[in-house]
């Protein structure tokens, strides 16, 4: 398995960051013929090493000194709530937790795998054409992707047979199975793999909120429910709802990775070079400054800089990196929340996340440390394209998920008490092992706009190991989101009573509240590069080649203009595979701007 | 949904679920004191006795000093105290692993972005000192004992539990600062450790004999729960495992392991 072989003098294609986006990317266009080199920040990541029982299963060294993510020794970013404040760095990760090494994100995430709701895609348009202009408060940028759920419907679909998905389909090819999210828009065809089982809390919310009158329906998973070969060769084993997805390394080959999905067919075409521990410091342009000439990187072995130069640059890096590495490279323009000009930091987002919890009577055990990454029971009756937002006055919505993913006792513990109880003591205690026990965790999972005042840029002050300046996070809670997420969580007390709670803990933002960095709610952040179908207001065309340089695609959440209440790595995917099918139809026929503005 | 699960028929769990929920009753009352856990363990899971070696109360700290051993642990002992529902901090050995944990990249703040400058800011961004886990406990215990002579007159490991649980409180409520440390900051720092200490694998010094997980009902390291999916709220129904093989966390390759 030879990772650090030296790159072709000149590939043809240089990829940088090995996550879902660039292992996508690299295998399409290594199947399109192409030499391709495809550079890590990290190290290797393999099942066989990082992924061993029991090692890969300990919550100390796992999800709690945080052994896959981002060291952030290394680098980190900066963060503040409003443009007139100092933002100070992220110096201990906690609100959110981006890898690093092969696999990126995509080696320790959940395995949580939506689609999207058609008007997702189309959330400006849907919006005026529902609501009316007016209806869309002052200083939000809502903004359509310019793709249409049909186009994209292919590629969903392709995603969903790399990464084995277990679910199952409401609507197949026009044909209603009876089963699944009602809501759903419609698919060429059902999931590889039927739905996984529900674990006993799941299957209470399951009861429940049918009798409440909403429509449960099981998670999509990219967790095997049976023995699985993808399109590619690559083999997945059934997952035994071990518990140890997000934060972890699957032991099993049952969580889709690209570790584990992608990257043991590429490793063995001769067309592709992995090479790790390769810090991308910029994308280099010609003196036009329209055309991207390669890049050059630190060799963290070596400690020494190279340049690798290539004909097209795949930029699928982390969100965060995306951007970063848009602005430490000087393309397009940096986004000017007073004018509103520039593109890039422009519409960056995240996920309104607030999980309530639900007591049991003592009798019933929750076994909270039984589950799987993404699987579970949710409805969408909040989310759907269909809900009328317009008496409750929001723009966005959220499924409901009871989405047990295996809970730790160290996490446990840490979470328990606060908010009027006591944290430490015997009656602490007490209460935090009865709350392992018999309680369940029900989160509303929800959409966050985009708006003027929050945005990325380049920090003034502090840099990273490589003496760049790091990147600048402004973002708070608005009004619209704060909404959305209270008219949400007041269904959740429905569901609660028709559980049999013996007690509730509701859980919502209140107006005001401050974004809190100190405490994990998800990593799911987006935007920043985003596409759309006018260079004013996106720095990419609909085929996430930018606007400013034609040799250049970035794929990644950063291309989402707003952030949905589903999980984005379904999006990530299906838009890699929808950029490379037209760069393989389109662009390496003809190449230049796809789409001229 | 749940009949296409691949569960195999109820009946065969139904009575090993019951058992399983008396035993569990039975573990949980007969766990406070430190013998009757590892006698428990023997029983449940066929396990090894604990050596004499491994006994946390034998322990040598490698990086506190006496003095500061001592407050530590009795104040993790505070945070999670021995009661009827298990046994306390100390008992499990956390004040050894918090010891351990000190001479680890975590423990030296390798883990965190340290560099400068360092500027305070609101609650909402975070950790903003430049100190890390060691220099924390370091800088602090020295100046509570002496805030404890000068308040109680006595160290705080001589005070009472109920004045302990004062100081404590006085260091949650952020109304004491030591050496530029908040104390609400130590407290925290405490507090996380203490926990970790108690519920991480045995292997790093703390949960003796899995008492902490046995108390949680958490099964440690057995990571198949294939046949307890759903058995309709029955408590699962196996004791705890450790990691088997047991790494050791503090041999050079792991460490470097855990900086890549």
Not at chain 1, 56 to 77: C, M, P, Y
Not at chain 1, 109 to 126: K, Q
Not at chain 2, 165 to 182: A, G, R
Request: hydrophobic share 35%.
């Amino acid at each position: 398995m030879p990772d650090q072989t030296f790159p072709p003098a000149k590939p043809d294609v240089v990829v940088i960051g090995a996550g879902w986006a660039g292992s996508i990317m690299a295998k399409e266009l290594t199947e399109a013929g192409l030499n391709v080199t495809m550079l890590e920040r990290g190290h290797d990541h393999s099942t066989a090493v990082e992924g061993t029982y029991p090692g890969s299963i300990d919550e100390l060294r796992g999800a709690v000194r945080k052994r896959l993510f981002q060291k952030l020794a290394h680098t980190s970013l900066t963060i503040r709530n409003k443009p007139n404040e100092t933002a100070l760095p992220y110096r201990q990760l906690a609100a959110f937790l981006p890898g690093e090494g092969v696999g990126g994100a995509g080696l320790h995430w959940s395995g949580c795998h939506f689609r999207v709701t058609e008007d997702d895609l189309r959330l400006r348009s849907a919006t005026i054409e529902r609501y009316g202009q007016k209806f869309i408060p002052k200083d939000m940028h809502l903004q359509d992707y310019g793709i249409s759920y049909k186009e994209l419907e292919p590629f969903f679909d392709k995603a969903e047979k790399v990464f084995g998905t277990s679910g199952e389909a409401s609507s197949v090819q026009g044909r209603k199975t009876g089963q699944g999210n009602i809501f759903a828009p419609d698919r060429s065809d059902h999931f590889p793999l039927p739905a996984m089982a529900d674990t006993f809390s799941a299957s209470v919310f399951r009861k429940a909120a049918s009798e409440a009158g909403f429509h449960p329906y099981s998670m999509p998973a990219a967790n095997a429910s049976q023995p699985y070969t993808n399109p590619y060769g690559c083999q997945m084993g059934p997952c035994n709802f071990c518990g140890y997805c997000s934060g972890y390394a699957c032991y099993l080959y049952s969580k889709a990775s690209p570790n584990v999905n992608i990257l043991p067919a590429l490793r063995q075409d001769k067309r592709f070079t992995l090479i790790t521990q390769a810090q991308v410091l910029e994308i280099m342009l010609d003196d036009t400054r329209k055309r991207a000439t390669g890049v050059r990187y630190i060799d963290l072995k070596t400690e020494s800089e190279q340049v690798i130069e290539a004909d097209l640059v795949i930029l699928s890096a982390f969100q965060l990196n995306n951007v970063h590495l848009m602005l430490t490279s000087g393309i397009g323009k940096p986004y000017d929340p007073v004018s509103q000009t520039g593109t890039i930091g422009r519409n960056f987002t995240y996920q309104t996340i607030t999980s309530s919890r639900v007591w049991l009577p003592e009798n019933r055990f929750t076994n909270q440390f039984v589950g799987a990454g993404g699987g579970g029971v949710a409805i969408d009756d909040f989310n759907h394209s269909g809900l009328d937002r317009g008496k409750a006055g929001f723009i966005g919505g959220s499924p409901i998920w009871v989405n047990q993913a295996g809970l730790k006792p160290i996490t446990a513990a840490q979470n328990s008490g606060g908010k009027g109880a006591p944290r430490w003591g015997s009656a602490y205690k007490a209460a935090m092992i009865d709350q392992y026990k018999h309680s369940l965790a029900i989160d509303a999972h929800g959409s966050n706009m985009a708006y003027r005042d929050v945005y990325l840029d380049l920090d003034p002050t502090w840099r990273n190991a490589y003496g760049q300046p790091m990147l600048r996070m402004t973002f708070t809670w608005k009004d619209n989101d704060i909404r959305m997420n209270q008219f949400v969580v007041n269904h959740i007390g429905d569901i609660a009573q028709a559980m049999g709670a013996t007690k509730t803990s509701l859980n919502s933002l209140h107006p005001g509240q401050p974004f809190d960095s100190r405490v994990y709610q998800t990593t799911h952040l987006n935007g920043g590069v985003i596409l759309g179908n006018n260079p004013k207001t996106s720095a990419l065309n609909r085929y996430l080649q930018s606007w400013d340089v034609s040799n250049l695609f970035v794929i990644g959440s950063s291309a989402f203009p707003q952030g949905m209440g589903y999980n984005p790595t379904g999006l990530v995917a299906a838009l890699a595979y929808w950029s490379a099918y037209h760069i393989r139809q389109t662009y390496l026929r003809n190449p230049g701007p796809m789409v001229h503005a | 949904m749940t009949s296409s699960s691949p569960l195999p028929p109820r009946g065969v769990f139904a009575p090993l679920s019951r058992r399983g929920f008396m035993g569990g009753a039975a573990s949980l009352s007969s766990v406070p004191l430190l013998s009757h856990a590892a006698r428990a363990d023997e029983k449940s899971t066929g396990q090894q006795p604990s050596t004499p070696d491994d006994n946390p109360a034998h322990y040598k700290p490698i990086f506190f000093n006496p003095e500061e051993y001592l407050f530590l642990c009795h104040a993790c002992e505070r945070i999670l105290p021995q009661d009827e529902n298990g046994p306390g901090a100390q008992a499990l050995g956390v004040p050894r692993f918090i010891d351990r944990q000190m001479t680890t990249p975590y423990g030296h703040g390798d883990l965190w972005y340290m560099k400068a400058p360092f500027v305070n800011g609101p609650p909402e961004l975070g950790y903003q000192l430049p100190y890390s886990p060691q220099d924390l406990y370091r800088g602090a215990i020295t100046p509570i004992n002496t805030y404890c002579l000068m308040t109680y007159h006595a160290i705080f490991a001589a005070l009472s539990p109920e004045w302990q649980d004062d100081v404590l409180h006085t260091l949650e409520d952020n109304k004491l600062s030591f050496n530029e440390i908040p104390g609400a900051t130590f407290f925290e720092q405490l507090r996380t450790n203490t926990l970790e200490g108690a519920f991480s694998d045995p292997a790093y010094g703390g949960n003796y004999a899995m008492g902490g997980w046995k108390m949680m009902g958490f099964p440690g390291a057995r990571a198949d729960f294939m046949d307890w999916i759903n058995q309709e709220g029955a408590p699962y129904p196996l004791g705890p495992v450790g990691m088997p093989p047991k790494p050791d966390p503090y041999s050079p390759s792991f460490q470097n392991d855990e900086e890549g």
